[in-house]
């Protein structure tokens, strides 16, 4: 595949019956360290980025990539092959760039996938939680921090599991560890599917429970063990 070029093909909604339910993990040859981007501008300001906002870090998500780096570096040892992943937006690649200096990895060769990126949150995009919420009421359910409302023009959790599913069928021949750097949302429904949890009502995708920025886990053979767990207040 093309690093930088769009997925050769559109991931398409699943059926509602190939998602729901209790299924086997799907499974990656090797370990899967999945991060979450470190803090952004508007992640402090509490506006939506979705999936194609270009918003730089702040000094806390600058420490936290740091951090994150840190602890991948001392787990698996600098130098150590990695097949790098990334959500092509601003905010993956700045927070890959600095992990991969304390790796030893050459941020170029990262392959980016824009069936990484996060949720898209159509016209919700730039505004402010507090603005669309006076305007709709609550859209966050509290005890799972997920999207209760579907945005104007935005995705769902089971298109998110979907092009996820094809990411994950297009690379499953690739042999050897990897490291992939996504977004709050949609790294829980790649861990669902790793984890090969159950996917409710009303998301009808497996999702795994929310970790804040600036925490890293890894992923082997359906067991989930987290690497570096972030300090971060923005939960997704």
């Not at 050769?8 to 299924?23: F, Q, T, V």
């Not at 086997?24 to 360290?33: D, E, N, Q, S, V």
């Not at 270009?54 to 994150?68: E, H, I, S, V, W």
């Not at 304390?102 to 996938?113: F, K």
């Amino acid at each position: 595949m093309n690093k930088n070029a769009a997925a050769g093909k559109s991931a398409r909604r699943l059926p509602l019956e190939k998602i729901l339910g209790k299924a086997l993990p799907m499974t990656l040859k090797g370990r899967i360290f999945i991060a979450r981007h470190g803090e952004t501008v508007f992640n402090f300001a509490k506006r939506m980025q979705g999936d194609k906002r270009d918003t730089p870090l702040t000094r806390t998500g600058f420490a936290q990539a740091d951090a994150m780096g840190a602890e991948l570096a001392a787990y698996i040892g600098p130098g150590t092959p990695l097949h790098l992943w990334s959500s092509p937006s601003g905010r993956a690649l700045q927070t890959l760039a600095v992990i991969c200096e304390h790796i030893e990895q050459d941020w170029h060769l990262a392959t980016h996938d824009p069936r990484l990126f996060e949720i898209n949150v159509g016209d919700w995009a730039g505004r402010t939680y507090a603005e669309i919420m006076d305007e709709t009421g609550p859209i966050v359910d509290p005890e799972t921090s997920l999207f209760s409302v579907r945005a104007p023009g935005g995705e769902w959790y089971d298109e998110i599991a979907a092009r996820l599913t094809s990411w994950m069928n297009d690379t499953a021949h690739i042999e050897g560890d990897r490291l992939v750097l996504m977004h709050g949302m949609s790294s829980r429904v790649l861990r669902g599917l790793l984890l090969g949890l159950e996917a409710k009502e009303p998301w009808n995708a497996p999702i795994a429970p929310s970790l804040p920025q600036g925490t890293m886990v890894v992923i082997e053979n359906g067991v989930e063990q987290i690497l570096r767990q972030g300090g971060g207040t923005h939960h997704a």
